[in-house]
């Protein structure tokens, strides 16, 4: 699963969400899991088996509902706005998607927050 993506245009007005979940089993043994994240997301990149960049038009609540309902009631599945937190990461060396897709989802959620606040 560790590096599956989807493209999508990333100038809609779309929020980028971090998904972390801690499963029970591996997670090779979640047939749905990555068709519940695309599902409710326009684009998606699996980073690791526990960690997924979302960007959607959904809620973090909706994209949590849609990943939990694939998992047993008992996994922790966080989904958080990446507007929450202040975001640092690593250079990305040889992974050119995920640099582009960190770069124009990053982009992407600061023109939809930049259109949200109110003028002064």
Not at 9 to 25: N, P, W
Not at 62 to 73: A, Q
Request: aromatic share 6%; glycine share 4%; charged share 25%.
């Amino acid at each position: 699963m560790n590096g599956e993506v989807s493209d999508h245009d990333m100038t809609d007005e779309l929020g980028l969400y971090a998904v972390l979940t801690k499963l029970e089993r591996s997670i090779q043994e979640y047939p749905t899991l990555l068709g519940a994240i695309a599902a409710a997301a326009k684009a998606h990149w699996v980073v690791t088996d526990s960690t997924c960049l979302v960007l959607s038009e959904l809620t973090a609540k909706e994209i949590r509902d849609s990943i939990s309902s694939v998992v047993e009631e008992n996994a922790m599945v966080f989904v958080l706005p990446a507007d929450m937190i202040d975001a640092h990461w690593t250079p990305m060396g040889s992974n050119r998607y995920g640099r582009e897709f960190v770069k124009q989802a990053f982009i992407a959620s600061e023109q939809l927050r930049n259109s949200n606040r109110r003028p002064l």
